[in-house]
């Protein structure tokens, strides 16, 4: 059992057969009355983030949580396959559970893989990856760095904002936490 007084971010726990983790929480003690908990929770299988307040001393069943490094193999339709690189142990994850994470995995590419109570609920890319431009408008004599910006089809499929001089077949550092070009490799 986990209590209140034990909260930590990060954290994961079930409530009302609901799996959280814990994103952000505040011990209060108002000056009548008993102390309580205001928290910030993730649901672990929807997604969605509530606010949420427990009396102090509550307790709740903990989940087991897990984050390996795993290097991904495929793609096989809905599933990408990934290897973890000591027990050589694959796991098939479907895309819904990868959501936005698509367009940063390549082949070979290492990723965090997030599992709670055994399923796997997630999988973190590096903060940056490098990926080849596949289609772009062609630039121009006199681009430079300073100029405008035009979107840019990358090899996983993910387009972003990419200066004018870069062209088809350049690689670009594109960070995956904000979605945006950082520089050409």
Do not use: C
Not at 9 to 23: E, M, P
Not at 65 to 90: H, I, K, P, V, W
Request: proline share 5%.
């Amino acid at each position: 059992m986990i209590s209140t007084s034990q909260f930590r971010n990060g954290a994961a726990f079930r409530s009302d057969g609901k799996r959280f983790t814990i994103l952000y929480f505040q011990h209060v003690k108002p000056g009548k009355g008993g102390a309580f908990v205001r928290t910030r929770l993730r649901n672990i299988d929807t997604g969605a983030i509530i606010e949420k307040t427990f009396r102090a001393g509550e307790k709740f069943d903990p989940v087991r949580t897990e984050t390996r490094a795993m290097t991904f193999l495929y793609a096989d339709g809905d599933l990408y396959n990934f290897m973890d690189s000591g027990t050589f142990e694959q796991v098939a994850v479907p895309a819904e559970v990868l959501g936005e994470a698509t367009g940063y995995i390549v082949p070979n590419g290492e990723v965090k893989v997030l599992s709670a109570d055994g399923e796997v609920i997630g999988v973190e890319p590096p903060a940056h990856v490098d990926l080849e431009v596949t289609e772009t408008d062609p630039g121009l004599k006199g681009d430079t760095a300073t100029g405008g910006s035009k979107p840019a089809t990358l090899e996983t499929g993910l387009v972003v904002q990419v200066p004018l001089f870069v062209n088809i077949g350049d690689r670009v550092r594109v960070d995956t936490r904000t979605r945006e070009y950082l520089t050409r490799v």
